[in-house]
């Protein structure tokens, strides 16, 4: 059982940055994998960045590649997502999502069952 919280959104101009936060509470021992899925109104969450918790490696979408990062600090159960060069395409609820379940298929959705309540990254042109 883990409780995923956001923080770090807001608005900024084209170009710009924000780093998103993900803190984990509750049972973390465990976790297989984590991830960022924004999702802009009607439509479905895509991941755009996820990570294997274990050995750390990182798996990015086409779109953010070069401008994203996703990184952990295990010592504070915190996922982060440092996000450079942003275009107002990026705009979106970002999500922050976990998963206990080994597998492959990280930046799909389907295959997390935890998940934050977001916090809105909006970027103006």
């Known amino acids: 059982q883990v409780q995923l919280v956001e923080s770090g959104g807001g608005s900024v101009q084209a170009g710009g940055s924000l780093r998103l936060s993900c803190a984990a509470y509750g049972y973390t021992h465990m976790t297989y994998c984590m991830g960022w899925f924004p999702q802009a109104p009607g439509q479905e969450r895509g991941g755009v960045a996820a990570?294997?918790?274990?050995?750390?490696?990182?798996y990015y979408a086409d779109s953010v590649k070069g401008r994203f990062t996703i990184s952990q600090d295990n010592a504070k159960n915190t996922l982060y997502l440092q996000m450079n060069s942003l275009k107002p395409e990026d705009t979106a609820m970002y999500y922050c999502a976990a998963d206990f379940r080994s597998g492959s298929g990280y930046l799909q959705g389907w295959r997390y069952g935890h998940w934050g309540q977001g916090t809105q990254v909006t970027v103006s042109s």
């Open positions: 990570i294997y918790t274990v050995g750390g490696s990182t």
